[in-house]
């Protein structure tokens, strides 16, 4: 009989987390169907889909150096595709003021941030520093993406409306959560799994305010609509993305 070992359950979970991090990352497919439609970007805005792929780049770069990464590398590589081709469509469908907003985010985040952090852990430092250097790096940005949700849930509270909350996203991103978290706990691999306790954490206080105030009337104020998270940076991560309507305000 075949004895199941921490390998297979972490395999398993890793799996897990593979197909919920991948609907979380088309959880923007109706917006980004809205945008062809009406060949317009209207109020939406590029920032979750570049701070999403730059998630992805930074975490594909850790499964590329982690030893037995495959289930890291696999989501992220199709994330990295997935946020690309967001950002390509919304590039075409954007304004002037817009492409230049997004072209300033891309060379930020994915050309300098991620070119110089590539450049210096590769030519400064080897082996395991480099992988703990980089796993630290992708664990910070992993945490503060996580602390994201509490600008949602305040506004939650504040208008006792549930309408910027999708129970189903919120849903998705703590079962996510948690699959990646057992796998980074298998591998023990805790730049993985700690991140990912935090994530649980928003996830199941999103879905208790979402109980909370599910038949409240209350019409919420139209600020920044939370629609689509899309990796993370868990692995899902998982990456949280905020919409905004067109009369709402920048995130």
Same mark, same amino acid.
């Given at each position: ?12 979970f ?5 197909i ?14 809205? &945008? ?25 770069y ?26 390509? =469509?919304?590039?075409?469908y ?5 492409k ?5 985010? =891309? ?33 910070v ?39 990646w ?10 730049? &993985?799994?700690?991140?990912? &306790? =935090? ?41 949280m ?11």
């Open positions: 009989m075949a004895i199941l070992t921490a390998a297979h359950l972490a395999s398993f890793g799996i897990l987390g593979n919920l991090s991948f609907l979380v990352f088309l959880a923007p497919v109706p917006t980004f169907y809205k &945008i062809y439609k009406k060949k317009s970007t209207e109020g939406f805005q590029s920032l979750p889909y570049s701070v999403a792929l730059f998630s992805a780049l930074l975490l594909l850790y499964g590329f150096l982690k030893t037995n990464g495959l289930m890291i590398i696999t989501i992220n590589g199709i994330g990295c595709a997935i946020e690309s081709f967001y950002l390509f =469509l919304f590039m075409i954007a304004t002037k003021e817009a230049i907003y997004t072209t300033k985010l =891309l060379l930020l985040f994915n050309v300098g941030a991620f070119g110089i952090m590539l450049l210096s852990t590769s030519l400064l430092f080897k082996g395991h520093r480099r992988l703990s250097i980089v796993g630290w790096i992708c664990a940005f992993s945490v503060c993406v996580f602390a994201a949700p509490l600008s949602i849930m305040r506004r939650v509270i504040k208008t006792k409306s549930v309408e910027y909350m999708p129970f189903p996203l919120s849903f998705c991103l703590t079962l996510s959560a948690i699959m978290f057992f796998y980074g706990f298998l591998m023990k691999d805790f730049y &993985i799994a700690t991140p990912n &306790i =935090l994530g649980f954490v928003f996830g199941i206080a999103q879905m208790v305010l979402y109980i909370i105030y599910k038949g409240s009337k209350k019409e919420a104020v139209p600020e920044a609509k939370l629609q689509d998270l899309t990796t993370v940076i868990d692995l899902q991560v998982v990456e993305q905020e919409n905004v309507k067109p009369e709402g305000m920048t995130p």
